[in-house]
């Protein structure tokens, strides 16, 4: 038994409300199941999830009218149709079941790390699941809950959360840390080296971009620290390039970056010790890659990918194209002991950093952003010179005045002084064949080698 866990921790998602802790209890086991013991688990799912929404939500009403119910087997989840985001701004309303109790409903939208900011709910029942499933990534990282855990985001609107007090309570209680990285100078990156030094956590999370413009301030500055006490660092919701691990591994120790694969709509999969791919968390999402005509790919083929949450029964993900291309990896037994299936690689979120004279805005300050407001189906942040910023975003049905006065307000301010920032409303943005979307293209960071180091007083 887990004295902070199993008594602490559980008695908190009591006051709560909230069963995290018993769901932790459970993937632990069943991520040892045999794979026909999982398909026999996600096929029920599937049947529950496709009959909740088809009884109780206008858009499955129609969506799956003609789809036999229940399934028989997990091939023939085929036939349901993809959910995409325009679908999903545009059926916001018809997507909510109506049967499930509105105290179960929590607005959030999407992290725009595609970007198209979407707005959605979380059910406050599939959320325990997914708060277990990220628990269990930090164990397959040799971490635990518990310990102590700094997040270096950029999200404005998670540091915003974390200031209430309910969260600040419960972060403290946790031993959690909240380092913001959107906007980094050097006394800042400073500063939050000294605080690692405070506070010793055993993982710290967070962007790829900022863990790594953090990292090479440290190497930098502080060439040589050590930095044992860090377990693990784990990043997630950006694409990890080989030269940023190799950074962050460098200054933190090797075999301690763990990648995990997560949106804000839901958590998906991480690495383990073996670093050989992402561990899906197959009891709590379903995840297909698939060929354009729809049909299934062949591990090692690669496709697009469409991700099913099983428990969020309030707002249904069925076969929600998140916007990211995918590899499954082939069926074999993972030297960690985890049976869990994989995903052998993901691309999709691209992003440069924006580097100016005094500081460097990390991908999450465009993210949040634009996804904090309404109005704006698509954006792509330009930056041809270090003195100006395009802005070129594809209006929505709220788009109006105000949202383009809000978004050049907001982005003159995080640039500072002396940065031209112009914003141009075009009928769309292209996406490359690729599949890549790059929400952020600079060629500034482009040309600049140490576009990871700050300059800044």
């Not at 985001?85 to 059926?91: C, E, N």
Request: some cysteine; overall charge positive; charged content about 25%.
């Amino acid at each position: 038994m887990n004295l902070y866990q199993d008594v602490f921790f559980r008695a908190l998602d009591m006051a709560r409300g909230r069963r995290t802790i018993e769901r932790l209890h459970f993937l632990r086991k069943s991520q040892h199941w045999d794979r026909a013991t999982l398909q026999r688990w996600q096929l029920d799912r599937l049947n529950e999830l496709l009959q909740q929404a088809r009884d109780h939500s206008p858009y499955y009403a129609r969506a799956l009218a003609g789809v036999k119910l229940p399934l028989v087997s997990l091939a023939e989840f085929s036939q349901v149709p993809v959910l995409d985001k325009a679908a999903m701004r545009q059926g916001f309303d018809d997507l909510q079941c109506s049967n499930i109790p509105r105290s179960r409903f929590v607005m959030s939208r999407t992290g725009g790390s595609t970007g198209e900011p979407t707005r959605y709910f979380w059910d406050k029942r599939g959320m325990d699941w997914n708060r277990a499933s990220v628990y269990r990534s930090a164990e397959w990282a040799g971490t635990a809950l518990g310990e102590r855990t700094a997040q270096m985001s950029g999200s404005h609107f998670d540091y915003t959360q974390s200031q209430k007090l309910q969260n600040r309570i419960v972060f403290f209680l946790q031993r959690y840390r909240d380092w913001p990285v959107g906007a980094l100078t050097d006394s800042r990156l400073e500063h939050y080296h000294a605080e690692l030094h405070r506070f010793r956590p055993s993982s710290i999370w967070g962007y790829a971009s900022g863990l790594n413009t953090f990292a090479a301030h440290i190497e930098r500055r502080h060439p040589g620290v050590r930095l044992d006490f860090v377990k693990a660092i784990i990043t997630s919701s950006e694409t990890l390039p080989k030269d940023q691990r190799e950074r962050i591994d460098r200054v933190f120790g090797r075999g301690k970056v763990h990648d995990n694969y997560g949106s804000r709509e839901m958590y998906m999969g991480a690495e383990c010790r073996e670093h050989d791919g992402y561990h899906l968390h197959g009891e709590v999402v379903y995840l297909e890659v698939v060929r354009p005509d729809g049909s299934a790919c062949l591990p090692g083929e690669r496709g697009r990918i469409l991700v099913t949450d099983l428990a969020n029964h309030a707002f249904p993900f069925v076969r929600y194209e998140i916007g990211d291309m995918g590899v499954m990896a082939p069926e074999r037994v993972c030297a960690c002991g985890v049976t869990l299936p994989k995903l052998q690689a993901v691309e999709g979120r691209i992003a440069d950093l924006v580097v100016l004279r005094d500081r460097v805005l990390t991908p999450p300050n465009f993210t949040l952003l634009f996804s904090d407001i309404k109005g704006i189906d698509a954006y792509q942040v330009r930056q041809e010179t270090i003195d100006r910023l395009d802005l070129y975003v594809v209006p929505g049905a709220d788009y109006a005045p105000k949202v383009k006065q809000y978004v050049l307000h907001a982005v003159r301010k995080l640039a500072g002084e002396g940065v031209e920032t112009v914003l141009h409303e075009v009928p769309h943005i292209d996406v490359p064949e690729s599949g890549k979307r790059r929400y952020i293209v600079s060629k500034v960071s482009a040309s600049h080698p140490n576009a990871a180091e700050t300059t800044a007083p």
